[in-house]
C-alpha cells in the first residue's frame, strides 16, 4: 500500500490541459523532492519530471510539475495521442530507517 | 549507460532467487541503485536502495529481512537477494540509477526488467 495516493484516472482530449495530483505527508514532501515517471504499456517506466518542476532532457516543456506543501501535481498541456500512459510520482521518505515511495499511480486516457 | 537486468524466473514459495544488474556506461561506485518491482497489472513499488559506496542501505517493509541489495563496485554489478519469496513477491523487477550517490528515487535511467514468477 503507497503512502503516496493519487487519482486513478484522467482524461482529456487532444490539445487540452490535464492535472494529475500526488498528496503525501510531512514524512515524504517535508524536506524531499518530488520526481513523476511516465510508463508507457510494457516497457520500462520514464522520467518525466525531477527536482519538483525539472524536465530531463528531450521531455516537451507541455510537461510540467509543481509542490506545495504535502501535495504535489503534474501538469499536461496540449494533450497529444502519445501522452496515453500511466503516471506515477515518487520521493524520498524519512519515515524509519527511510524508504523510496510511489504514487498509486494514474491512467491518462486521450478521448 | 547501459542496465541489464538478469536472473528472474519461476521459483516456488519459500525459494531463493538471486538477481543481478550489470551496468555500463558511468562509473558504478558514484551512483546509487535502487531496485523497482511491479506485480502484474499493478503500480510500481520501491523494493531496495543502495548507496554508491555500499555503506548505506534500505528496504521497503515487505521485504525487510527476507531481501538483501548488495553491490561489487568492482564488477560495475548490482544484486538482489530474494529469500523466503511468496507469492506476491511475483513482479517485474528493475534495476535504477540515481543520479547522485544516495537514493532520491530520481532514476534518470532503468533496466529492461526481469521477471520472476513464485508460485507452487
Known amino acids: 500500500q503507497s503512502v503516496l495516493t493519487q487519482p486513478p484516472s484522467a482524461s482529456g482530449t487532444p490539445g487540452q490541459r490535464v492535472t494529475i495530483s500526488c498528496s503525501g505527508s510531512?514524512?515524504?514532501?517535508?524536506?524531499?523532492?518530488i520526481n513523476w515517471y511516465q510508463q508507457l504499456p510494457g516497457t520500462a517506466p520514464k522520467l518525466l519530471i525531477y527536482?519538483?518542476?525539472q524536465r530531463p532532457s528531450g521531455v516537451p516543456d507541455r510537461f510540467s510539475g509543481s509542490k506545495s506543501g504535502t501535495s504535489a501535481s503534474l501538469a499536461i498541456s496540449g494533450l497529444q495521442s502519445e501522452d496515453e500512459a500511466d503516471y506515477y510520482c515518487?520521493?524520498?521518505?524519512?519515515?524509519?530507517?527511510?524508504?523510496?515511495?510511489f504514487g498509486t499511480g494514474t491512467k491518462v486516457t486521450v478521448l | 549507460v547501459q542496465l541489464l537486468d538478469s536472473g528472474g524466473g519461476f521459483v516456488q514459495p519459500g525459494g531463493s532467487l538471486r538477481l543481478s544488474c550489470a551496468a555500463s556506461g558511468f562509473t558504478f561506485s558514484s551512483y546509487g541503485m535502487s531496485w523497482v518491482r511491479q506485480a502484474p497489472g499493478k503500480g510500481l513499488e520501491w523494493v531496495s536502495g543502495i548507496s554508491g559506496s555500499g555503506a548505506s542501505t534500505y528496504y521497503a517493509d515487505s521485504v525487510k529481512g527476507r531481501f538483501t541489495i548488495s553491490r561489487d563496485n568492482a564488477k560495475n554489478t548490482l544484486y538482489l537477494q530474494m529469500n523466503s519469496l511468496r507469492a506476491e513477491d511475483t513482479a517485474v523487477y528493475y534495476c535504477?540509477?540515481?543520479?547522485?550517490?544516495?537514493?532520491?528515487?530520481?532514476?534518470?535511467?532503468w533496466g529492461q526488467g526481469t521477471l520472476v514468477t513464485v508460485s507452487s
Open positions: 510531512s514524512s515524504n514532501f517535508g524536506s524531499n523532492i
Open positions: 535504477a540509477k540515481e543520479s547522485v550517490t544516495a537514493i532520491q528515487t530520481r532514476f534518470f535511467y
Open positions: 527536482g519538483n518542476n
Open positions: 515518487a520521493t524520498w521518505d524519512d519515515s524509519l530507517n527511510g524508504r523510496g515511495v
